[in-house]
């Protein structure tokens, strides 16, 4: 406890001082470590001249995470400004014409809307309006208002208009009405309401299309919920990607992508999914929309594997999987000025561009960095693309490049984590072993800052959550991926792409059915194993944790071996039948266990870590949110009970208003990871 707590206070400073004397750099610290600028999205310009940023990082004086949009320009050598200063700004998306950007905003309104006036309605949370502001300089104002958040939206070509969806708004009467009968009690299905999609014209656009049209007006109700939609090049028809109204996924209903006539024609379906069709784009030539899609074929039936992109003729017709025989996760893509897509991918530890040109081709790989390339952005009427990228030395910023072909020569428009460019972050590599069934398996060593490859060190085996998910080479400062700041705490981060993770084939991922966590036990505490064996780790301090999957994957941990001299934990479930009930994702527990409690007890039952409590002695370090419905919380108090039943040292930390991200106040993620490191520290034996 103590060391930590002299690290990131006056030995931190002694040693940043020492360090800077000796020309080396000063080690990263929980205060710069929470700092961090998180890059949430990026849009290139139509011309390619100009990008819009939007940012996330904490605000510790109003306990919230602030969201800011920002602009470059490259000309006069290139300039980033702030675009908006609110802190309530996100989703930002350029007209195509080069004019306008759009955006959200919970901002607090200037006025309240007409229809507001009662007290209580003043007490309600602000809800996210759409905004409009000059891309050459201005005020941004709001296109809409009312008491509906708007969660999608998407221009017009002409760039006069914007369709937008909200939750179908009810009359004043009938809210009262329904106020007065319910009071405060929650209908919990019967409350549901789908969405409108409605259109607003933007003041003071010009050479519009539908020019007879002012202020904004409802068009079409939609039973279940929007979640993305996207206007034809040629402006005729508008594609409508739809989920389940509560964002729960309990069936199959609610998914499919729909094609609506332009301007207020007829809605028809095009293709009914298994799952949410994301990231939805025209082709060029206006015949057919790409799309992202997690759960196997479209119109099959449910899987989760990896992440993949299809593209569908509006006319209709079976989707078409683009590079079918790659073997890795499609992580994004953007459609280029000349029609193909370039896409960001994993494979194994590796994130890397790709570009393909039809369906009947494959990914070919473009020249770039070892690390992590996201958020592509391609401009409509230039070949320069945007892109995020970042390695375990090269902390996230934003790029610009002139083309495809010319990632490598990229320059950086942004310096928002240039502090921790300048701190001595820790190095590390891809480590392989093998399982006991053959199969190869994969992860990542972070080693402390001064150490690279040294042996016989303390070791901190920090699960990614997921399942379908992999660490590697990236750079990520947040609660829940805190390996660098683990490292510079003096523990080597062992982070295994356990059975289940993606990067390594469809094959692999779905190789965890039925056995969730026993499977991918095996295949980390054979890493361990590993590691212990080649010398690199000291058997005798060995520790363990993760968050939301990786918090499952630690529960279970303890309660097959007890070799980690401490655990932190969080999120994660101990049992499988009340989290079934509880969570939001219950269709996804079912597949992965073989079926409803009811169908398959045997697995529920063989995969919960709390029948075996008895086996634990290991420390553990709890945390979670009190919302949280991703992983029922109860699971959290139900793992404090059995193992405080049992003596076993344990401290369980509940975050109030948190839901599974914590995304409320950014006191609660540095907390969590300060107290998850002095535990480690406590009882894992480092020194």
């Not at 119109?299 to 999987?321: F, H, M, N, T």
């Not at 969080?570 to 219950?586: I, Y």
Request: glycine share 10%; charged share 25%.
């Amino acid at each position: 406890m103590m060391k930590f707590s002299r690290s990131i206070g006056v030995a931190g400073l002694a040693l940043g001082i020492i360090a800077s004397a000796l020309g080396q750099k000063p080690p990263l610290t929980l205060d710069d470590f929470f700092n961090a600028v998180v890059i949430r999205a990026v849009r290139i310009g139509p011309d390619g001249h100009a990008v819009v940023i939007e940012t996330s990082r904490a605000d510790w004086t109003a306990n919230r995470f602030r969201s800011d949009l920002w602009l470059y320009r490259d000309g006069g050598g290139g300039r980033l400004v702030a675009l908006t200063e609110s802190g309530h700004d996100s989703a930002p998306e350029w007209s195509p014409d080069g004019r306008w950007i759009a955006f959200l905003s919970d901002r607090p309104p200037t006025s309240p809307p007409a229809e507001e006036t009662s007290s209580d309605d003043k007490e309600k949370k602000e809800i996210a309006q759409l905004y409009v502001i000059p891309a050459d300089g201005g005020e941004a104002f709001p296109v809409t208002s009312g008491k509906e958040e708007v969660h999608a939206f998407a221009w017009t070509p002409d760039s006069c208009m914007l369709y937008f969806a909200t939750r179908t708004p009810w009359p004043k009467e009938k809210e009262e009405a329904y106020k007065k009968e319910w009071q405060d009690v929650n209908q919990f299905r019967e409350s549901e309401r789908g969405d409108q999609i409605s259109a607003v014209a933007v003041a003071g656009a010009t050479g519009c299309r539908w020019s007879d049209r002012t202020g904004a007006w409802p068009i079409w109700p939609v039973e279940v919920r929007v979640k993305e939609l996207a206007v034809s090049p040629d402006q005729s028809r508008l594609a409508i990607s739809t989920e389940s109204r509560s964002e729960r996924e309990e069936d199959r209903e609610p998914y499919g992508l729909s094609i609506a006539a332009l301007p207020e024609g007829p809605v028809r379906p095009l293709i009914h999914t298994q799952g949410t069709a994301e990231n939805i784009h025209w082709s060029l030539d206006n015949h057919n929309i790409f799309f992202s899609y997690s759960h196997g074929t479209p119109v099959g039936p449910y899987e989760d594997p990896q992440a993949r992109i299809y593209s569908v003729e509006v006319g209709g017709g079976k989707p078409l999987r683009w590079a079918r025989d790659f073997a890795g996760s499609v992580e994004g893509f953007a459609v280029t000025s000349d029609g193909g897509l370039l896409v960001s991918a994993r494979l194994g530890t590796e994130v890397q561009p790709y570009f393909q040109t039809n369906a009947d081709g494959d990914f070919t790989k473009k020249p770039g960095w070892p690390g992590t390339y996201e958020h592509l952005s391609a401009a409509r009427q230039s070949p320069r693309v945007a892109f995020v990228f970042s390695s375990l030395e090269r902390p996230a910023e934003v790029y610009l490049a002139d083309g495809p072909d010319q990632m490598e020569q990229a320059n950086p428009i942004t310096a928002f984590n240039k502090l921790l460019a300048e701190r001595g972050l820790p190095q590390g590599k891809p480590y392989r072993w093998t399982a006991d069934d053959g199969s190869p398996v994969e992860g990542m060593l972070i080693y402390p800052p001064g150490k690279f490859e040294a042996q016989h060190l303390p070791v901190f085996v920090l699960i990614h959550g997921g399942p379908e998910d992999a660490d590697g080479n990236h750079f990520e400062a947040d609660w829940y991926q805190w390996a660098a700041l683990a490292a510079t705490d003096g523990w080597l981060v062992f982070e295994p792409n356990y059975r289940g993770s993606v990067g390594y084939g469809d094959a692999f991922a779905l190789a965890i059915i039925p056995h969730i966590v026993s499977r991918p036990g095996k295949d980390i505490l054979e890493g361990v194993d590993a590691l212990v064996k080649d010398g690199i780790a000291d058997p005798d301090r060995l520790t363990v944790g993760g968050y939301s999957y990786g918090g499952y994957m630690t529960n279970w941990l303890i309660t097959q071996t007890n070799r980690f001299k401490a655990a932190v934990t969080g999120a994660g479930a101990v049992e499988h039948v009340a989290n079934w009930g509880n969570d939001d994702t219950t269709y996804d527990d079912a597949y992965f266990l073989g079926g409803a409690p009811w169908e398959a007890e045997s697995n529920y039952n063989a995969e919960a870590a709390l029948w075996q409590m008895e086996k634990v002695t290991t420390p553990t370090h709890i945390v979670g949110g009190s919302e949280d419905i991703r992983v029922y919380v109860g699971e959290d108090y139900l793992l404090e009970r059995a193992l405080h039943a049992r003596g076993i040292p344990t401290s369980l930390l509940i975050f109030p208003a948190e839901g599974h991200s914590l995304a409320k106040n950014p006191w609660h993620g540095k907390i969590k990871v300060r107290e998850e490191l002095k535990w480690l520290d406590k009882y894992g034996g480092k020194k």
